[in-house]
């Protein structure tokens, strides 16, 4: 294990029984922490769902230019407001390594990477995407919210052989200031033209979570369990 990865990232867990049969993986936003989407896993829960293990890495807490070099968590630096130079593409590559240790951790506690599910949103979207492309043995599944794939210039490069069976839930708010919906749908396409399944729904909100996209994710989720 190198360097980025010796130090397996802060983490909030919740376990929904007793010895989890799967594990989801949530990534926070910009600026958030591991805490964001901790009350989230009663508003998804369905009591036929087996038990699971939600886990909540914080981001390291790095300086982001383009918030006059403040630290906060990231989970990359953002460099411009130009989606397509917006990601710092090493910074995208540690965070990428740092969840690849945390899904080997899943291993060893019995849980494969057929029955891990990566989730993030906004920019945790975003390393879920990028991770999701460099996966040579796949995940159950990928979820991405209110986010866009980085670095879509090199996408094709990155993506190897087997990454394409991973299913991916996309979410995206018609009035999101933040990460346009164009960026979206973008990303959307160009993973579908890739060979993804994607899963693709928008609601009429700006850059956040509602309840129709937390029902929608329920059945999605309901789908992976089936498959697995």
Same mark, same amino acid.
């Given at each position: 294990?190198?360097?980025?990865?010796?130090?397996?990232?802060?983490?909030?867990?919740?376990?929904?029984?007793?010895?989890? #049969?799967?594990?989801?993986?949530?990534?926070?936003?910009?600026?958030?922490?591991?805490?964001?989407?901790?009350?989230?896993?009663?508003?998804?829960?369905?009591?036929?769902?087996?038990?699971?293990?939600?886990?909540?890495?914080?981001?390291?807490?790095?300086?982001?230019?383009?918030?006059?070099?403040?630290?906060?968590?990231?989970?990359?630096?953002?460099?411009?407001?130009?989606?397509?130079?917006? #990601?710092?593409?090493?910074?995208?590559?540690?965070?990428?390594?740092?969840?690849? #240790?945390?899904?080997?951790?899943?291993?060893?506690?019995?849980?494969?990477?057929?029955?891990?599910?990566?989730?993030?949103?906004?920019?945790?979207?975003?390393?879920?995407?990028?991770?999701?492309?460099?996966?040579?043995?796949?995940?159950?599944?990928?979820? /991405?919210?209110?986010?866009?794939?980085?670095?879509?210039?090199?996408?094709?490069? /990155?993506?190897?052989?087997?990454?394409?069976?991973?299913?991916?839930?996309?979410?995206?708010?018609?009035?999101?200031?933040?990460?346009?919906?164009?960026?979206?749908?973008?990303?959307?396409?160009?993973?579908?033209?890739?060979?993804?399944?994607?899963?693709?729904?928008?609601?009429?909100?700006?850059?956040?979570?509602?309840?129709?996209?937390?029902? /929608?994710?329920?059945?999605?989720?309901?789908?992976?369990?089936?498959?697995?």
């Amino acid at each position: 294990m190198d360097s980025q990865t010796s130090v397996l990232l802060d983490c909030i867990e919740r376990e929904t029984g007793p010895a989890p #049969a799967w594990s989801v993986i949530w990534l926070h936003g910009l600026g958030a922490d591991a805490n964001d989407f901790v009350p989230l896993v009663p508003e998804l829960l369905r009591k036929d769902w087996p038990a699971i293990r939600f886990v909540f890495p914080n981001a390291p807490v790095r300086a982001v230019t383009i918030n006059n070099g403040v630290r906060m968590r990231a989970w990359y630096d953002i460099v411009d407001f130009d989606l397509a130079n917006r #990601a710092d593409e090493a910074g995208v590559l540690e965070s990428v390594a740092q969840i690849d #240790a945390l899904i080997q951790r899943e291993a060893t506690r019995g849980i494969p990477a057929s029955r891990v599910i990566l989730a993030g949103f906004s920019q945790g979207g975003a390393v879920t995407l990028a991770a999701g492309l460099r996966r040579r043995v796949p995940l159950a599944g990928l979820v /991405a919210l209110s986010t866009y794939l980085p670095a879509a210039r090199n996408a094709g490069a /990155a993506l190897v052989d087997g990454a394409a069976r991973q299913p991916v839930f996309m979410a995206h708010g018609t009035q999101d200031p933040v990460v346009p919906l164009g960026a979206g749908e973008q990303s959307a396409a160009w993973l579908c033209q890739a060979g993804f399944d994607i899963a693709w729904h928008q609601y009429p909100m700006p850059h956040s979570v509602c309840a129709e996209e937390i029902a /929608a994710l329920g059945d999605w989720f309901d789908a992976r369990f089936a498959a697995g």
